[in-house]
């Protein structure tokens, strides 16, 4: 079936440094996309999102890229600081139904 | 303003009881849906409620229930737990332009 997914299951990063998520999605329909955020003990927070008439969304520290030919996805977040160690999901969004990634966990180092 | 609010946040069940996981938004929204979060893996849709009065099946609905009982509350409901339902679960509901609002997890463990 239709599935989303992440490519790493693990990122460590440098304090200071840029953090890129990877995720590639297998559904060519899907026009809507999401980026969570989830701490341990939390339940998920809504970072950004893009839709596939776009490619490329900017917000606070964060950037998404679609490559819709290649079906990629992608969360860049700049200057990673240590809040930003959580487990991160890509999610696409058709049909009122919400597929997720299996997630990556991002740990940032001091 | 509360969000999404899921109880109980934890529970411990023995094998063939049951129990009913409430969750409830005050924002309004049409829909509203339910997951399972397990390790290692990404929320799985086990139902979910686009409007009031309608419920439909998600990717893992064996074993589950659930009732839309007005449009602010969408239960859980688990007639007979099993040790492979020990996960967390994981309400939420859809706002404007599709931004979805999740509860904070309900921990369930089944002995």
């Known amino acids: 079936g239709e599935s989303v997914g992440l490519h790493l299951p693990t990122l460590s990063v440098q304090e200071g440094d840029n953090s890129i998520i990877n995720c590639a999605y297998s559904n060519s329909a899907s026009d809507y996309f999401i980026w969570y955020k989830q701490e341990s003990g939390k339940g998920p927070q809504f970072i950004i999102d893009?839709?596939?008439?776009?490619d490329k969304r900017q917000g606070q520290r964060v950037t998404v890229l679609l490559n819709k030919t290649v079906k990629h996805l992608s969360l860049q977040i700049a200057a990673t600081q240590p809040g930003d160690s959580a487990v991160y999901f890509c999610?696409?969004?058709?049909?009122?139904?919400?597929?997720f990634g299996a997630g990556t966990t991002v740990t940032v180092r001091a | 303003n509360a969000g999404v609010t899921q109880t109980p946040k934890f529970q411990v069940l023995k094998t063939g009881q049951s129990m009913t996981l409430q969750c409830a938004q005050d924002?309004?929204?049409?829909?509203m849906y339910w997951y399972r979060q397990d390790p290692g893996m990404g929320l799985r849709l086990i139902y979910y409620?686009?409007?009031?009065?309608?419920?439909d099946k998600g990717e893992v609905p064996n074993g589950y229930n659930v009732s839309r009982l007005n449009k602010r509350e969408f239960s859980l409901r688990l007639e007979s737990a099993a040790p492979s339902q020990t996960s967390v679960y994981f309400c939420?509901?859809?706002?404007?332009?599709?931004?979805?609002?999740f509860g904070e997890g309900s921990w369930l463990t089944v002995v």
């Open positions: 409620s686009a409007s009031e009065g309608t419920t």
């Open positions: 939420a509901s859809v706002g404007q332009v599709d931004t979805i609002y």
């Open positions: 893009i839709r596939s008439n776009m």
């Open positions: 924002m309004n929204h049409n829909s």
């Open positions: 999610a696409e969004n058709g049909d009122y139904k919400l597929s």
